[in-house]
């Protein structure tokens, strides 16, 4: 069997991706600003999660670690710069909500809604 090398710099180089990449990323980003204005707060937070936030961690990812560009939100402190870190950092932290009181509310309502694991 051979052994395959990784291409770090030929994948992180992909003009091709880039393009589509951007593209796709610019296109979205209206769907954001509808919902928010429809009142779809819910709608909204998924829509910025998925077209906003992960495009935006697998294009950091593949510009600083193109090895782990499937990786999404997982090791971003180790594989980051601290400044991109602390910029992801903030775009994750929603005004007035604490994330560890969110999360055992939704651990809650989910053994509520299907009972207990």
């Known amino acids: 069997m051979n052994e395959q090398k990784f291409d770090k ?10 393009l589509k990449s951007k593209n ?11 919902e928010i204005i429809r009142g779809r707060y819910i709608d909204a937070l998924a829509y910025y999660f998925d077209l906003t ?26 594989e980051f710069p601290v400044n991109i870190v602390k910029e992801i950092e903030a775009l ?3 005004r007035d909500i604490d994330l560890k ?7 809650d309502i ?6 207990k694991n």
Do not use: T, W
């Open 9 to 18: 710099n030929c994948f992180g180089k992909n003009n091709a991706f880039r």
């Open 24 to 34: 796709v990323f610019g296109f979205f980003q209206y769907q954001i600003e509808k």
């Open 53 to 78: 936030l992960k495009p935006l961690i697998r294009s950091l990812r593949i510009k600083y670690n193109p090895v782990h560009y499937n990786f999404e939100f997982r090791y971003l402190y180790d």
């Open 92 to 94: 994750l932290s929603i």
């Open 101 to 107: 009181k969110k999360h055992k509310m939704a651990i």
């Open 110 to 115: 989910y053994n509520r809604e299907f009972g």
